[in-house]
């Protein structure tokens, strides 16, 4: 399963038709400084660490076309990630859902109307996964572990 790595971000190939970008390589010919700059500035936007760049990507939704920028194209508002960085999207869908509006009878002496409302925190619990997702999760964490034991063979043979 491909994932966004922008933090708090759902967004997974299992999800529709979302389409995902990688993260810009940085390149050896007469690019290569603005191939740099642009890496670097994904990678402050997402603003993670411990991430595998060269794997990482970043979905439709951090785009305000839906899409990546052209390099050369350093003065487009897409050459770089920049909707819902931070989760914002998630949190906001958070808030809604974590909130329960509850009508409270109108205060004594007060004569109001419409009374008083009263923001508590939902007590609905958490929704169980199902056993399909706990099995895909599993699969894919072994996968995950199985790439990253690769990289480090990889990363030993070219040190050797």
């Known amino acids: 399963m491909i994932e966004c790595c922008v933090n708090l971000c759902p967004s997974n190939s299992f999800r529709g038709t979302i ?7 940085i390149r050896s010919d007469e690019n290569r400084e603005a191939s740099i700059e642009r890496r670097t500035a994904w990678i402050r936007a997402v603003g993670k660490k411990n991430v595998d760049w060269d794997l990482a990507v970043v979905c439709d939704k951090h785009f305000v ?8 194209e350093s003065d487009n508002v897409d050459w770089v990630p920049s909707l819902e960085l931070n989760g914002e ?8 859902t974590a909130v329960k509006v509850t009508a ?5 002496g007060l004569g109001s109307i419409l009374g008083s ?5 939902s007590t609905d619990p958490p929704i169980p996964k199902t056993k399909s997702a706990q099995q895909r999760e599993s699969q894919e964490n072994l996968i995950r572990t ?3 034991q690769q990289q480090q063979i990889i990363h030993q043979h070219r040190d050797h």
Not at 19 to 25: D, G, H, L, M, Q
């Open 65 to 72: 076309s839906g899409r990546p920028s052209q390099l050369h």
């Open 19 to 25: 389409s995902f970008y990688r993260f810009p390589v």
């Open 117 to 121: 409302l009263l923001l508590a925190p």
């Open 89 to 96: 999207g998630r949190k906001k869908a958070a808030a809604k």
């Open 146 to 148: 199985c790439s990253q």
């Open 104 to 108: 409270v009878a109108p205060a004594a």
